[in-house]
């Protein structure tokens, strides 16, 4: 069954951790769901994303994978983004050697398939038109995270446990979208309190 690509599912800011939310509710495994168990969506995400992040890579072609192989580095990569950047937030900010060294090792690989004549760099300088795959893209964007102002603007939602990148001035941003999320918890804490009242009166 597929779904809309939309906004929301962009909430990470950038590449890199739009990636790792493909994946919902990490931190529930109850809940948990991965939206590329069905491989179509894949393909769908990529061309999403090439017009969500146009700010943050230009106006360039994520090509998704073509192969079980591709397949299975895309999600290794989203894999590592996550355990590299939710570690970081989790312990205090800073990255951790072990999750490091297993994002950059997976990258050095997915950027060793790109074609040789593939200039490639951190996001936005790539030229109108180019291609480049969505594994490596993801990579590369993610490394552009390491620079420790922009580390320190990584946090989870505490609703749906998404990564995001919290570009308000005072980083005093909480949910991955307020418009969601944000709704979502200003509703459970009102039914919450409704109760906790109909409780007392009843008692």
């Known amino acids: 069954m597929t779904f809309e690509w939309n906004a929301h599912r962009f909430s990470g800011g950038v590449l890199a951790?739009?990636?790792?939310?493909?994946?919902?509710?990490?931190?529930?495994?109850?809940?948990?769901?991965?939206?590329?168990?069905?491989?179509?969506?894949?393909?769908?995400?990529?061309?999403?994303?090439?017009?969500?992040?146009?700010?943050?890579?230009?106006?360039?072609?994520?090509?998704?994978?073509?192969?079980?192989?591709?397949?299975?580095?895309?999600?290794?990569?989203?894999?590592?983004?996550?355990?590299?950047?939710?570690?970081?937030?989790?312990?205090?900010?800073?990255?951790?050697p072990v999750p490091l060294s297993e994002f950059l090792h997976l990258g050095a690989k997915l950027v060793g398939d790109e074609p040789d004549e593939q200039p490639l760099a951190l996001p936005r300088p790539l030229k109108d038109g180019r291609q480049i795959s969505l594994a490596a893209a993801s990579f590369l964007s993610g490394v552009r995270l390491f620079d420790p102002l922009r580390l320190e603007r990584i946090k989870i939602c505490p609703n749906c446990h998404w990564l995001y990148f919290d570009e308000s001035r005072n980083r005093s941003r909480r949910w991955c979208d307020m418009n969601v999320c944000g709704n979502r918890a200003k509703a459970r804490r009102y039914y919450d309190r409704n109760t906790k009242q109909a409780g007392s009166s009843h008692g």
């Not at 998704?64 to 937030?89: C, K, M, W």
């Open 17 to 96: 951790l739009d990636l790792a939310n493909t994946v919902v509710f990490r931190e529930t495994p109850e809940r948990s769901l991965d939206r590329f168990s069905d491989p179509a969506e894949v393909s769908r995400f990529s061309a999403a994303a090439a017009d969500y992040r146009q700010g943050e890579w230009g106006n360039v072609e994520f090509r998704p994978p073509r192969s079980p192989r591709e397949v299975a580095g895309l999600i290794d990569v989203r894999e590592a983004i996550n355990r590299l950047f939710r570690t970081a937030v989790q312990g205090g900010g800073g990255l951790s």
